[in-house]
């Protein structure tokens, strides 16, 4: 049970506010906000319009940098901390511009450390030789980390930051940004999407977003979130849509595991839909060492949730490496309710 709970602690992405800007508008009569222990207090509007100006003026991000954590073949679990402030940070390291490269973005109570870093480094640099760089924004142990309203204030931030970091890498390390897969869960998704519309060196190729956070920032605008123009393709695994997830398609391609709202599995165990907002990057995890999550074309959105998707495409798979070539519109993943969790070759649409 300590295990389970500090599991819980560590990975779940509750999103109950936008980001914190001088323009965001909040609701009249407010909105329900996780606490420490996971639970949900009520706030007025006027209360979280208090916090955000308390945030604000702290200030205290600006002068907090973000870390950057490489992983390779030569290092695949001690990483190697680059610095776009330090040249010789890239040079000494192992990064090498002749491999593709690979940027993982946690969210709320997460770090470099978390299971999402950690599923996703090795699933990568088990089939290919490249640089997975695992971004740190958990600032632990301050006010940040703990308040999840101040949480939301960093997101737009830490975005600029990580586009900067793009830009450090392309001009100082010659990246190119056609081998270039951002990948974010949660929070992390809409940072993604800052990064790639923040990018001045080209256009980012791909960004993953995992179950992109949801709850009001369905009702962001687009340049505070995640969406479908921030990189030459975006796909979106949708697994917990409409509770922690965001549930309406925000990408080129958007994939429902099982309808993107509930996950097999997880209905005995699923605390606040946490259990299936962690299922998608389980899921791509295991699509990239297996490719076995065939997927239905859906006339839409409402479709894939209802699960009445009939044409399937063998070629396009959720988290699939030419999904950028191949996939387009709304597409209803079936999975298994354990590992391995893609049906492969044993597809059915139940």
């Known amino acids: 049970m300590k295990t389970l709970g500090a599991l819980l602690l560590l990975s779940v992405t509750l999103i109950v506010a936008l980001p914190i800007e001088e323009n965001n ?3 009249e009569d407010g909105y329900f906000v996780p606490q420490l222990d996971w639970s949900l207090k009520w706030m007025s509007a006027e ?12 200030n205290w991000f600006n002068d907090r940098p973000v870390d950057f954590h490489l992983y390779t073949r030569k290092n695949p679990k001690k990483s190697q901390k680059i610095s776009a402030d330090d040249k010789k940070s890239l040079k000494k390291s192992n990064f090498n511009n002749n491999h593709p490269t690979r940027i993982i973005i946690h969210g709320w ?6 299971e999402l870093n950690v599923v996703i480094r090795e699933a990568l640099l088990q089939v290919m030789d490249c640089n997975v760089i695992s971004v740190d924004w958990s600032r632990k142990f301050n006010y940040f980390t703990l308040n999840y309203l101040s949480a939301t204030y960093m997101v737009p931030k830490v975005g600029v930051k990580v586009a900067k970091f793009i830009d450090f890498l392309v001009d100082e390390g010659e990246m190119s940004l056609d081998d270039l897969h951002v990948i974010g869960h949660s929070l992390g998704a809409h940072v993604s999407g800052i990064a790639g519309k923040n990018v001045r060196t080209g256009e980012v190729h791909t960004i993953i977003g995992l179950d992109p956070a949801g709850p009001l920032y369905e009702d962001a605008k687009n340049e505070e ?10 796909e979106v695994i949708h697994t917990n849509g409409g509770t922690l997830g965001f549930l ?21 165990i699923d605390v606040v839909g946490l259990c299936a907002h962690l299922r998608s990057y389980w899921y791509y995890a295991e699509s990239i060492i297996e490719n076995s999550f065939k997927s239905a074309k859906c006339q839409g959105y409402t479709s894939a949730i ?7 495409i063998d070629e396009v798979r959720l988290g699939g490496a030419d999904n950028y070539e191949l996939a387009s519109g709304e ?4 999975v298994n309710e354990v590992p391995p969790y893609g049906r492969g070759d044993k597809f059915n649409m139940v």
Do not use: M, W
Request: glycine fraction near 6%; proline fraction near 5%.
């Open 109 to 114: 109570q997460n770090s470099h450390q978390s």
């Open 331 to 334: 597409y209803y993943t079936p």
């Open 25 to 27: 508008e909040v609701s």
């Open 225 to 234: 979130r995640l969406t479908k123009d921030d990189a030459r393709y975006v």
């Open 47 to 58: 209360e979280i319009k208090k916090e955000q100006r308390k945030t604000k003026a702290r």
């Open 306 to 312: 209802l699960n009445t998707c009939h044409d399937v």
């Open 248 to 268: 309406e398609p925000i990408g080129n391609a958007d994939f429902y595991a099982n309808g993107g709202q509930v996950q097999p599995g997880c209905f005995k």
